[in-house]
Nanobody, 115 residues
Framework: QVQLVESGGGLVQPGGSLRLSCAAS????????MTWYRQAPGKEREQVAT????????NYADSVKGRFTISRDNAKNTVYLQMNSLKPEDTAVYYC????????WGRGTQVTVSS
């Protein structure tokens, strides 16, 4: 069945880095523009970064521009999010989905930025 599995989260100090992975199965991810989303406690889920199906173009929320990089490996059906210079306000559960939010949501991966 269609499944998205996010991993790579954890506890990191401000200024640190993490690399998130989103493994897709049950469908061909290369057919979709993919987006990383995040949801902090008490807040709505928001878009963080999007990559086109072939990986030729990307788009970022202003809050992460210059710090986060989205990429994909279509041969591995996997999408990545490299997060650098992390801030406490980046603390959230991170999810991946299509840009249209058309796929079943995974469980997400928790990112906590704290000293």
């Amino acid at each position: 069945q269609v499944q998205l599995v996010e991993s790579g989260g954890g506890l990191v100090q401000p200024g640190g880095s993490l690399r998130l992975s989103c493994a897709a199965s049950g469908f061909t991810a290369s057919k979709y523009a993919m987006t990383w989303y995040r949801q902090a406690p008490g807040k709505e889920r928001e878009q963080v970064a999007t990559i086109t199906s072939a990986g030729g173009a990307t788009n970022y929320a202003d809050s992460v521009k210059g710090r986060f990089t989205i990429s994909r490996d279509n041969a591995k059906n996997t999408v990545y999010l490299q997060m650098n210079s992390l801030k406490p306000e980046d603390t959230a559960v991170y999810y991946c989905n299509s840009a249209a939010r058309s796929l079943p949501w995974g469980r997400g991966t928790q990112v906590t930025v704290s000293s």
